[in-house]
């Protein structure tokens, strides 16, 4: 087996392994991460908003935050588009 990186799935580019026979072995936690994330993309997702004194919180589904590999304390960019909130992990 030798270790390959970038290799596509889904439009995702994930690590794996490959063997000499040609078989592709993903690393199993980037295609649950994926897999999770295309479930996610096809349905409406409701959050609840919370108030912490003055500031407007937005809590997440823990879904969310598994596939975003989003951590508590960690920023995000959050995006006004055509009427709509965007939320995006901070690189």
Same mark, same amino acid.
Request: proline share 5%; charged share 25%.
């Given at each position: 087996?030798? @270790? *390959?990186?970038?290799?596509?799935?889904?439009?995702?580019k994930l690590?794996?392994?490959?063997? =000499?026979?040609?078989?592709?072995?993903?690393?199993?936690?980037? *295609?649950?991460?994926? %897999?999770?994330?295309?479930?996610?993309?096809?349905?409406?997702?409701? #959050? !609840? /908003?919370?108030r912490n004194?003055?500031? %407007?919180? /937005?809590?997440? =589904?823990?879904?969310?935050? !598994? #596939?975003?590999? /989003?951590?508590?304390?960690?920023?995000?960019?959050? @995006?006004?588009?055509?009427?709509? /909130?965007?939320?995006? =992990? #901070?690189?």
């Amino acid at each position: 087996m030798q @270790k *390959v990186n970038a290799i596509p799935f889904n439009q995702h580019k994930l690590d794996g392994w490959k063997c =000499p026979c040609g078989e592709i072995y993903f690393n199993p936690e980037q *295609v649950q991460k994926v %897999l999770l994330l295309n479930k996610l993309e096809k349905q409406a997702i409701h #959050a !609840t /908003l919370g108030r912490n004194r003055s500031n %407007l919180i /937005l809590r997440l =589904p823990k879904d969310i935050e !598994t #596939a975003l590999n /989003l951590h508590q304390g960690e920023e995000v960019i959050l @995006k006004i588009e055509k009427n709509e /909130l965007k939320v995006i =992990p #901070a690189e």
